[in-house]
């Protein structure tokens, strides 16, 4: 039953080492994300993506790759992971972006040693 | 009481007090604004919703009140539960953009 579904919940990963997180969504939403939640709480977007554009946050290292194989799931692979990537990943979706809420996922907590 | 530093700001109420958290949000174009509510170990959960159009907005125990003219928005809670503790987020949307986030308040309900 659940909306947004997210895996792995925690995943622990030395420096150097690339990782994939996987996203689901059953809402058949048009548009998926993926946000960063650093320690302070603070959520930064990363990415938006429905299946005719893919938005960038400019300040998203190219290390960081969504990758859609369709409407309902938007994965993110990490290459070459950094201490500083550390932090709280939430897959989200909404019906149409902007413009309707976002729904989430229950992150996952990557821990990069 | 509320405090503010380096850590994120925390709003300590007594179970059954109202609730009141406050957000400024930063564009003045901004016209959908969304409060979530995030529990330890969740993702953020859809509370409720208003756009530019209006004032005031009303749900179950919960209402946002919007002032555009001072770019600020609030969320107030009735009876503030123990299940209410969480952290709370502002969220703004321009014209169909992607949303941005405010840093968050940490609701306290005290028994």
């Known amino acids: 039953d659940t909306a947004v579904s997210q895996t792995p919940k925690y995943l622990v990963t030395q420096m150097g080492n690339d990782k994939s997180i996987k996203c689901e969504q059953n809402?058949?939403?048009?548009?998926m994300y993926w946000y960063k939640q650093d320690s302070k709480k603070f959520l930064k977007i990363m990415f938006s993506?429905?299946?005719?554009?893919?938005?960038i946050n400019e300040t998203v290292p190219n290390r960081f790759s969504p990758k859609s194989p369709d409407k309902a799931h938007l994965n993110l692979h990490i290459n070459s992971l950094e201490l500083g990537d550390s932090a709280v990943y939430f897959c989200?979706?909404?019906?149409?972006?902007?413009?309707?809420?976002?729904?989430f996922g229950n992150g996952t907590r990557l821990t990069v040693t | 009481g509320e405090s503010v530093g380096l850590h994120l700001p925390t709003l300590s109420v007594q179970e059954g007090d109202n609730s009141i958290i406050n957000c400024a949000y930063s564009?003045?174009?901004?016209?959908?604004f969304i409060w979530y509510k995030q529990e330890s170990g969740k993702g953020p959960q859809f509370i409720i919703d208003?756009?530019?159009?209006?004032d005031k907005r009303q749900g179950q125990r919960v209402t946002v009140l919007l002032n555009k003219t001072v770019k600020h928005l609030s969320l107030q809670i009735a009876a503030t539960q123990p299940g209410d503790s969480a952290v709370y987020f502002c969220?703004?949307?321009?014209?169909?953009?992607?949303?941005?986030f405010g840093p968050g308040t940490r609701l306290s309900v005290l028994p």
């Open positions: 809402l058949g939403h048009d548009t």
């Open positions: 208003i756009r530019s159009n209006m």
């Open positions: 989200a979706s909404s019906q149409r972006q902007g413009n309707s809420p976002l729904h």
């Open positions: 993506y429905n299946n005719k554009e893919l938005i």
């Open positions: 969220a703004e949307n321009k014209h169909g953009q992607n949303f941005v």
């Open positions: 564009n003045s174009a901004s016209d959908y």
